[in-house]
C-alpha cells in the first residue's frame, strides 16, 4: 500500500527539511569543513524553545543564546567532532558526519531509539529524511552508554555521494512481509 | 465543618508537573502541603512521557519526561509532601479559614480544610466524531500512549494517527518504538501543529504524514477494520476523488486539549474565553490566584500548553501561597520573576507566541476583574 505525499515543501509541510531550509540552517557548517574530519550536523530548522545541545558541547561550538528559541549555530572551526551533542538533542535532529572516512566512503552517526539495535559489522538498509532507502551501509559502532539514557548512536559506513542523504536505518524495509 | 476534619495550609488537587512543582515550592517554604490526586500514582501525564523533553537545559530539559516525574516526587517526598491517590475531588465549600476539599476515597466521603486552593487539575483529550467513531480500536492518542508506555500493551498492529500537534507526532513516534506500524498520520489544517523535529523522526521511519486530510469513517463489525480518509480543500471540505482506504486496526486521536475546568467554576472562580488557551479559562493574575482570594490554578487547567511552562506556573502558584500564608523566604519577588523571565522565554518564537499573547490576555482579564 502506498499513501502519496501532498505536495507543498518544507518542514512544515512534509515533517523533512527541504533543500532550502538545509542551505539556510545555521547549524549546518560549510562545504570546506566537511573535508577536515568528522563533524556535527544539525539539522534544526524551526525556532523551537530548546538549548540542550548548547550545554552538551564542552569546546563551545554550539551557541543558542537568548532567547532560548533562537536556532543553534555551529561554529565548525570549534566543533572537534566528538559527537557528544547528538543524544542530547530531544529532537533527534543531530548527526555526526566524517565524508573522508575512505577515498570512497563516509560515515554517518545517528540517534536510534528501535529495538533490536543492529548487530556490529553487519549490513543495513539506510534512507533518507524520508524513510525511503538509499544504499546499503555497513554498521561500524553502536553505542550506548549512561549518558546518553537510553538513546543508542549507531555509525554506518556508507558510499560517499550520500554524506548529506543518509540519516537512518530503513525502517521501512523491516514491514515487508509483515503486512 | 466537622470537628478534627483533616487540615492543611495548602491542599493542592491534581498531583502532575504544576501540582508536584506547587507543592515542593509551598512545602519548600515551610507549609504543611497535601496534594489529592485521582489517579493511583502521581505525576499526571510525565510517566507516560519517555521521550527527552525540549525546553532550557537548567530546567531539565533533555531529560526524559519520566525521569522529571521521578524526580519531582523523590523532591515531594524529602519535603514531607502528603499524597492522597485514588481520591477523585467532587466538593469545594467556602469556609472560614479556607476552601473545605470534598473527596472519595475508598468508598467513602472525606473532607480537608484547605488554607489555600491549588487547582492543578491538567487537561483531558478532545473527542472528534465521525461514523464509526464508537468502534473499539478509535482511542484517543492520549490513551494508547498510557497503553504502550505504562501498561505495557501494543493497542493495534496498523495504526491511523489523526492530529499533527506534538501529542500526535510523539505519540504516532512512540507507538513505531513500542513496534506498532504507522500507516499514515492526518492533519486537517494544510500544515503540521507540532515542531518539525517529531515529524522527522516518523518521516525518517517511514511514517507518511498528510495535512489537508481528516478521517472520514472507521469501518468494522466488532472493532475497527479499515479506515476511509479524504483529502480537503482550502475550506475543509472534502476534495472528489480523493478518497480511499487504509487497512487499518486502531483510529488514535489527537485533536487538541480541553482544560479540566469543573472545580473552578465550582469554586465560583470567573472564566475567559481564550480558544487558543483550549476554551474557557479561569482568570487568574500575575500569582495565579483567581478571582476567589486563596485560590489559584496551574498548568494546563489555565490554558493547555506544555509539562515545561506547567512546572513554572505550579512553582509560582506554591511560592505566592506560601506568602500569603506569611511563610515566604525573602527571596519571594526575585524568584517569581525569575519564573516569568523564564516563562515568557518559552513562550517565544512561531510555536509560542500565540500562546504568549493569549496569557497577556489572561492576565490583562485578571486586571479588569480586580477593577
Known amino acids: 500500500m502506498s499513501v502519496p505525499e501532498t505536495a507543498k515543501d518544507g518542514i512544515k509541510f512534509t515533517g523533512i527539511a527541504s533543500r532550502e531550509e538545509l542551505a539556510a540552517c545555521p547549524g549546518i557548517t560549510t562545504g570546506e569543513r566537511f573535508e577536515k574530519g568528522p563533524v556535527a550536523v544539525i539539522e534544526c530548522v524551526q525556532e523551537i524553545p530548546c538549548n540542550p545541545c548548547e550545554h552538551a558541547c564542552s569546546s563551545g561550538a554550539i551557541v543558542v543564546g537568548q532567547p532560548i528559541t533562537r536556532l543553534p549555530v555551529l561554529d565548525g572551526a570549534k566543533c572537534i567532532g566528538c559527537g557528544a551533542c547528538l543524544a542530547f538533542c530531544p529532537g533527534l535532529a543531530i548527526f555526526l558526519v566524517h565524508k573522508n572516512y575512505t577515498d570512497t566512503s563516509s560515515l554517518v552517526e545517528f540517534p536510534y531509539e528501535y529495538l533490536p539495535l543492529p548487530a556490529e559489522g553487519s549490513l543495513v538498509p539506510c534512507g533518507g529524511r524520508d524513510g525511503d532507502f538509499i544504499a546499503e551501509g555497513k554498521v561500524v559502532k553502536v553505542k550506548q552508554t549512561r ?31 509483515q503486512g | 465543618m466537622e470537628r478534627g476534619m483533616k487540615k492543611a495550609q495548602v491542599v493542592i488537587v491534581g498531583g502532575g508537573p504544576a501540582g508536584l512543582c506547587a507543592a515542593i515550592e509551598a512545602a519548600g517554604a515551610g507549609a504543611r502541603v497535601v496534594i489529592i490526586d485521582e489517579n493511583n500514582s502521581p505525576g499526571g501525564q510525565l510517566f507516560k512521557q519517555i521521550h527527552k523533553f525540549f525546553g532550557s537545559f537548567e530546567h531539565k530539559a533533555g531529560m526524559r519526561g519520566c525521569t522529571i516525574g521521578a524526580r519531582l516526587l523523590e523532591e515531594t517526598k524529602s519535603l514531607g509532601v502528603e499524597v492522597i491517590l485514588n481520591a477523585p475531588v467532587y466538593g469545594l465549600f467556602k469556609h472560614e479559614g479556607g476552601m473545605v476539599v470534598s473527596y472519595a476515597q475508598d468508598g467513602r466521603e472525606k473532607a480537608i480544610l484547605g488554607e489555600k486552593l491549588i487547582l492543578a487539575t491538567g487537561a483531558g483529550e478532545n473527542a472528534l466524531a465521525f461514523p464509526g467513531g464508537t468502534l473499539p480500536g478509535v482511542m484517543g492518542a492520549g490513551c494508547a500512549q498510557t497503553m504502550i508506555n505504562v501498561n505495557r500493551v501494543l493497542p493495534g498492529k496498523r495504526i491511523v494517527m489523526v492530529g499533527s500537534g506534538n501529542v500526535g507526532l510523539i505519540v504516532a513516534y512512540q507507538l513505531l518504538q513500542a513496534g506498532a506500524r504507522v500507516l499514515a498520520l492526518i492533519e486537517a489544517a494544510p500544515y503540521i501543529g507540532g515542531y518539525g523535529v517529531h515529524a522527522s523522526k516518523i518521516r525518517r521511519a517511514g511514517t507518511p504524514i498528510l495535512v489537508g486530510h481528516t478521517i472520514t469513517r472507521a469501518i468494522g463489525k466488532a472493532q475497527v477494520e479499515s479506515v476511509e480518509i479524504t483529502g480537503l480543500d482550502e475550506n475543509f471540505q472534502a476534495l472528489a476523488g480523493t478518497a480511499r482506504v487504509l487497512e487499518a486496526d486502531t483510529v488514535c486521536v489527537a485533536v487538541g486539549l480541553s482544560p479540566l475546568t469543573e472545580l473552578a467554576w465550582m469554586a465560583g472562580c470567573d472564566f475567559t474565553w481564550i480558544p487558543q488557551l483550549g476554551g474557557h479559562i479561569p482568570i487568574h493574575n500575575e500569582n495565579m490566584e483567581t478571582t476567589i482570594a486563596g485560590v489559584y490554578a496551574a498548568g494546563d487547567i489555565t490554558g493547555s500548553e506544555e509539562a515545561s511552562t506547567a512546572m513554572e506556573e505550579g512553582r509560582l502558584a506554591g511560592i505566592a501561597a506560601a506568602e500569603a500564608l506569611g511563610l515566604a523566604a525573602g527571596r519571594t519577588k526575585e524568584m517569581k520573576l525569575e519564573i516569568w523571565a523564564r516563562m515568557n522565554a518559552l513562550r517565544t518564537g512561531p510555536f509560542g507566541q500565540r500562546r504568549f499573547e493569549a496569557k497577556t490576555q489572561l492576565l490583562g482579564s485578571a486586571r479588569k476583574a480586580a477593577q
Open chain 1, 147 to 177: 549518558q546518553n539514557d537510553g538513546t543508542a548512536l549507531i555509525v554506518v559506513e556508507i558510499p560517499k555521494e550520500y554524506f548529506m542523504d543518509i540519516r537512518t536505518i530503513c525502517r521501512k524495509e523491516t514491514y515487508h512481509g
